[in-house]
């Protein structure tokens, strides 16, 4: 969840929690859920996933047998004692509840940043007891210690206006998107979105920026910042509309406050309220069920089920509506082909000669008083997109000014193709959502006369089919697996405001850092560009070192230059590349405890020792990697505390070897 996530659930939080006692405290690995009474209202629970989400859930888990120590905390200071308020801190991902009553009060606060942090104060905020304990550049979590918010970081959206916003793009040289999430206290997606009600593309740079464009991007900014005033409305999940590479990979692509223009081609699922939409996102794992339990929640699975293989069943129809769309607008252009040319000709021959946007648009708006037919037939220019909207029987067609009329109409014919391409792989999409439908009636159907046993599969997050590690600075780093993964991570895994590496010798993974909002350390960037180099062909050769460079998104191409050719799964870099020297070529192999699991990680020394006290490392060296993974393996068992070392014995040992470059290694001392 997003800081704009967090400040507008916050209604149904306050509605559902403030007056209402804490009956009892629940936690399920990072998971906690506050069971709250209201007299007269019945029970309600809240759910809060610090670093991922906070929200009303409406799923029945059953309590573990043997509470946490930290949960055994909350418990003897929090339960039977009255929710005062629940608060965000300056529009961060901070949630405080304040519990207790007039004459003494502690606070929860919630940390939803980075990998997240659950913490206690006592009534003069010094912190009483913390999920995890660190010291840092800026404030200490230490028992005792006086509770201080991080600083804060970017404008307040809410106090921005024009003259303001101006001020906000003032030196940047960084692209819209980038330079908007860096400045202002807003997550990169929602950045995305007002580049997509402005019809501006995220991409362009800020000095590229012409009048039009920036009275566009104001426009987006205040419609969007109007959404966020009025506050929750159709709160909705988006879907998959193309079939993903594991069958058991979430249908949902995000969970949304309210429609976004970013997603208006994906179908949607619409839900009372945001709770119900986020708690339908993430789920819950059979483990967390009680059996009387389960049965309702495969029924209610069966349901959802239904209703994606419905909405995936509008997806189809939509593409084909696009389809024919598109057909027609190529149809239209052909048949308006001499003054669609002249159109496109004009302004192309405008621009050739230096003639700025805003005068271009100033002679349009001249030529449509003297009654010119090609100047009245625009309704609108978007300089940073490139595109012109012309009328053409009363329909309002697209034209890309860096194409003549042909290449316009071919290009629509193409798309058509593409979404026509799109309605195979969604109906394959819907097939599988079917087998899964068919599977769970044969489970409802034998559940009365088998004896449940439950086998604890733990389900994969969506990045673990790539290399990955979380930074000590808590940003999520992406490497490709092959050429294939190469290619996803840089097409479609990368977002405008990431950061793209590349290690400097052949047969090196695009290593990507996912950048939601403020920009990484020089940390992040270091042991990103060495796990690049590690994983690279550097680690097989046995090089104690290599370098690595990043550059920006929009430094990236899939295109080649005019007349050459570019291989399959490689891209085109422009601009001055960033480079990092000298980096070890060396990893760490842990395991990261949740809950009823322990996940194999591997990654940087000083990342992998920032998320988890289990670790060894390893260096390039001769012999058989499945001897090297026997041995990481009997470690690990033996670092962990003994009542969780089963938990590393039950680690598939291919989770260790995908944890591993190619090649051989051995066991180092962690010094």
Wanted: net charge negative; hydrophobic share 40%.
């Amino acid at each position: 969840m997003s800081n704009i996530d967090i400040h507008l659930i916050l209604p149904e939080l306050r509605e559902a929690a403030e007056g209402a006692f804490i009956k009892n405290v629940y936690q399920y690995g990072d998971i906690f859920v506050l069971k709250l009474y209201r007299p007269g209202g019945g029970t309600t629970n809240l759910l809060i996933h610090p670093g991922r989400r906070v929200h009303l859930t409406e799923y029945a888990r059953k309590a573990p047998r043997q509470p946490p120590h930290f949960c055994t905390v909350l418990r003897k200071y929090l339960r039977e004692k009255r929710v005062l308020s629940i608060k965000q801190h300056d529009l961060d991902r901070i949630m405080i509840i304040e519990i207790g009553s007039e004459d003494e009060t502690y606070k929860l606060v919630a940390e939803m940043f980075g990998t997240g942090n659950m913490l206690l104060l006592d009534p003069k905020n010094m912190i009483f007891v913390a999920m995890r304990y660190k010291r840092m550049k800026d404030r200490n979590i230490i028992p005792k210690a006086q509770y201080l918010f991080p600083p804060q970081r970017g404008e307040d959206l809410f106090s921005i206006d024009d003259d303001s916003f101006d001020q906000l793009l003032v030196d940047s040289n960084a692209n819209i998107v980038r330079t908007l999430a860096s400045r202002l206290n807003l997550d990169s997606l929602s950045c995305e979105e007002i580049c997509a009600l402005s019809t501006v593309s995220p991409k362009v740079m800020v000095p590229e920026i012409d009048g039009q464009t920036l009275s566009d991007l104001k426009s987006g900014f205040a419609e969007f910042t109007n959404k966020l005033k009025t506050g929750v409305s159709q709160p909705n999940l988006v879907l998959n509309d193309e079939p993903s590479e594991e069958e058991d990979t979430s249908d949902y692509v995000a969970f949304l406050p309210f429609q976004f223009q970013l997603y208006n081609e994906l179908p949607s699922e619409n839900f009372d309220t945001f709770s119900k939409a986020i708690d339908e996102f993430f789920g819950v794992s059979d483990s967390e069920l009680e059996d009387e339990e389960l049965q309702s929640a495969l029924t209610k699975e069966q349901k959802r089920l239904q209703r994606i293989i419905d909405k995936q069943g509008e997806g189809i129809g939509n593409l084909k509506a696009k389809a024919d769309k598109l057909r027609i607008i190529g149809e239209l252009i052909y048949s308006h082909f001499s003054i669609t040319q002249e159109v496109l000709g004009t302004v192309t021959k405008a621009r050739a000669d230096d003639i700025p946007w805003d005068e271009i648009i100033r002679r349009i708006e001249e030529g449509k008083t003297k009654g010119i037919p090609s100047a009245i037939i625009i309704e609108k220019i978007s300089p940073s997109q490139g595109q012109i909207i012309v009328n053409l029987n009363d329909s309002k067609v697209t034209l890309d000014v860096r194409l003549t009329a042909q290449d316009n109409a071919s290009r629509a014919y193409d798309l058509a193709k593409k979404s026509e391409a799109k309605i195979k792989g969604a109906n394959i999409q819907i097939e599988r959502t079917k087998a899964k439908l068919e599977k769970l009636e044969v489970s409802i159907a034998t559940e009365p006369e088998i004896k449940r046993v439950r086998v604890k599969i733990r389900k994969k997050r969506w990045y673990e089919k790539f290399r990955w590690f979380t930074s000590s600075e808590g940003y999520l780093v992406l490497g490709g697996r092959d050429i294939k993964s190469n290619e996803d991570i840089a097409k479609r895994q990368m977002s405008a405001n990431d950061i793209f590496l590349h290690a400097v010798i052949h047969g090196a993974p695009y290593t990507v850092i996912k950048v939601p909002d403020e920009a990484p350390g020089q940390q992040t960037i270091e042991e990103a560009a060495q796990f690049a180099v590690t994983f690279s062909r550097a680690w097989q050769d046995g090089l104690s070192g290599g370098d690595a460079f990043w550059v920006n998104p929009e430094q990236v191409s899939f295109s080649p230059p005019s007349g050459e050719h570019l291989p399959t799964g490689s891209v085109m870099l422009y601009g001055t590349k960033n480079f990092v020297r000298k980096v070890a070529v060396e990893l760490a192999v842990g395991v990261l405890l949740e809950g009823d699991y322990a996940i194999a990680v591997s990654g940087p020394p000083s990342a992998i020792e920032a998320n988890t006290e289990y670790f060894v490392r390893v260096i390039p060296a001769d012999g058989k990697k499945g001897q090297l993974v026997k041995e990481i393996q009997a470690k690990l068992k033996k670092l962990v505390p003994e009542e969780q070392s089963h938990l590393v014995s039950q680690i598939p040992q291919e989770d260790f070897m995908r944890a591993l470059p190619a090649g051989g290694g051995k066991v180092v001392d962690k010094s």
